[in-house]
């Protein structure tokens, strides 16, 4: 019996050894389907980030943390952007979907009694050929122009000219144009502050999602080796 006994011991022993070796030593072949993997999704565009955590809330589960992050898309496997911007994802290591659109919507202070513009009025704007208020309210006063880096992108990939629009911090739009009765604001319907008045543009309603002229698609990107998790996306239209 004692014989036997110190053979079990001594294989017992063995065997702890070789799982305390290989825990210690060998290479970790973790894949994606193992508990607790780690997806981050980048907030890559303000306005978006509802679609961004539906997609987080959606995609997490036991073989999937998945988390929303503010850090740069370099960093992220996938995220939620206009299309305006889906130059920072063209890379073929990423999946491309198209998954909403949001209107790219003209406001003005509600001071202000404009509410409606055709688009060939808008170009003239925007260009600085029109540049006072005279025929639109009949007000002497120049039209300033503003749009966030969003806003501004999708005009210039519409429209050839856009010299007469000034750039401003995203944080800044919809600050200046609530009190300022002569300030035009060029940005995307998600970013609408309920202080500023979205005009209608070739008398579509800012808020038809259908047939409003301006209109910027939201695509989901993610890289291409998280398609077994993503591979679905295009079935969850928001």
Same mark, same amino acid.
């Given at each position: ?26 290479? @970790?072949?973790?894949?994606?389907? %193992? ?7 980048? @907030? ?14 959606? $995609? ?9 992050? %503010? ?8 995220? &939620? ?55 639109? @309210? ?20 519409? $429209? ?21 009765? $002569? ?24 808020? %038809? ?6 209109? #910027? ?11 077994? &998790? $993503?591979? @679905?996306? #295009?079935?969850?239209?928001?």
């Amino acid at each position: 019996m004692n014989k036997k006994r110190s053979i079990l011991i001594i294989i017992s022993y063995a065997v702890l050894m070789l799982s305390a070796y290989s825990v210690m030593f060998l290479p @970790n072949y973790s894949s994606a389907s %193992d508990p607790g993997k780690e997806i981050v999704l980048a @907030n890559a565009d303000l306005g978006l980030e509802h679609i961004l955590n539906k997609y987080a809330k959606l $995609f997490n589960s036991d073989k999937y943390k998945v988390s929303v992050e %503010d850090f740069g898309q370099e960093l992220a496997d996938a995220a &939620v952007v206009y299309q305006s911007h889906l130059d920072q994802f063209d890379s073929a290591d990423y999946v491309k979907t198209e998954v909403a659109t949001d209107n790219v919507v003209v406001t003005v202070s509600r001071r202000n009694a404009l509410s409606n513009l055709t688009v060939s009025q808008l170009s003239e704007i925007i260009s600085g050929r029109t540049n006072t208020w005279k025929t639109l @309210n009949g007000s002497d006063e120049k039209i300033i122009v503003v749009a966030d880096e969003g806003g501004y992108r999708y005009l210039a990939e519409k $429209f050839v000219d856009v010299s007469a629009v000034n750039l401003i911090r995203n944080a800044d739009i919809n600050y200046f144009v609530e009190d300022d009765e $002569f300030m035009m604001q060029i940005v995307h319907a998600s970013l609408l502050s309920s202080d500023c008045k979205a005009v209608s543009l070739g008398d579509i309603a800012p808020n %038809d999602y259908e047939n409003y002229p301006l209109r #910027d698609p939201v695509i989901f990107a993610y890289r291409s080796k998280y398609n077994d &998790v $993503f591979k @679905n996306i #295009d079935l969850l239209r928001y």
